[in-house]
């Protein structure tokens, strides 16, 4: 079924003209994530249903290279694009106050995360997802012992090397925009297909991929010579470093996962309009950080 990339709503298989007609219905009415799924993805101008369908065609056509490499384009360009999503930008040389912006929501994104991978082990029949997502769990939550920690103890870690302890960070809510974010990815996990809340959580991991530049990116999610100065502390590198390693593999390996079942089992475009979804709830999410980092200072 061809989905609707805002509000979830299934349509045929192949359905852009009802796609499109469903879009000048919401935008009519001045529905917001519509008019802004147009504003960003189609076009600032009104267009007639034809013209849209055709645009819409055009969004949703798979490169000769297949679903995962769709995924990789349209994720860069969202992100790394000739403008930088504004939090990857505060990244490339990030100051104290970003990085604890960073680590204060993304406790909450990592915590909904495990659930999410345990939404897709609990429903897929596919022993190689099973495997995945049970390393997965592990890499992000789990951990392998003192040497080797869990990404969530490396971002707590690095909470604490700009003063903020513990037990501050894990007692903080989210913010509104990062609450309505995590609920829907929740959704998301909790009422799609396993495949789908797959590639919306997996793609997600691309934001450190540093191949993207092969994909269109136009930066890596920041500056790697920070790796090696002195301008964030050890902790900071420690995290950064752990992400921009692992992510490589596990972005990789997904996307192979989801472009074969997602084929396999028929569901091509239905992972497409939700992980469309996912990348503008990301996008929203991405923006909370920086929120949280003008909390604590200038996040540039």
């Not at 997802?129 to 080797?148: A, C, K, M, Q």
């Not at 609920?183 to 991929?209: P, T, Y």
């Not at 092969?214 to 930066?219: K, P, Q």
């Amino acid at each position: 079924m061809t989905k609707c990339p805002v509000c979830r709503s299934a349509f045929p298989i192949g359905g852009y003209h009802e796609l499109a007609d469903h879009f000048l219905q919401r935008s009519a009415v001045s529905d917001p994530g519509h008019v802004r799924f147009l504003n960003q993805s189609v076009s600032r101008h009104r267009l007639a249903s034809t013209e849209l369908t055709e645009r819409l065609v055009a969004v949703f056509q798979l490169p000769p290279e297949g679903l995962a490499e769709w995924i990789r384009r349209r994720f860069a360009a969202r992100f790394f694009g000739e403008r930088l999503h504004p939090f990857v930008a505060a990244l490339q040389h990030p100051s104290a106050a970003t990085l604890v912006g960073y680590a204060v929501e993304h406790q909450h994104f990592l915590r909904e995360w495990v659930r999410a991978c345990a939404f897709v082990l609990a429903k897929t029949d596919r022993s190689d997802v099973s495997r995945y997502e049970l390393e997965n769990i592990n890499t992000e939550f789990g951990g392998d012992g003192p040497e080797t920690p869990s990404h969530y103890e490396l971002l707590l870690r690095m909470a604490e090397s700009y003063g903020i302890p513990r037990t501050t960070l894990l007692a903080t809510p989210p913010l509104a925009t990062t609450r309505r974010a995590l609920a829907e990815w929740h959704s998301i996990c909790e009422s799609e297909h396993w495949v789908e809340a797959m590639a919306a959580m997996h793609s997600l991991e691309l934001i450190a991929d540093r191949t993207l530049v092969d994909h269109g990116a136009t930066a890596h999610y920041f500056d790697p010579s920070i790796l090696d100065g002195g301008s964030i502390t050890p902790e900071a590198k420690a995290f950064l470093r752990e992400g921009y390693a692992a992510d490589v593999g596990h972005a990789g390996e997904a996307l192979a996962l989801v472009e074969r079942y997602a084929t396999e089992l028929d569901r091509i475009e239905e992972v497409q309009g939700t992980v469309l979804r996912s990348i503008d709830l990301f996008d929203d999410y991405l923006g909370a950080r920086l929120e949280r980092a003008e909390q604590h200072g200038s996040p540039a």
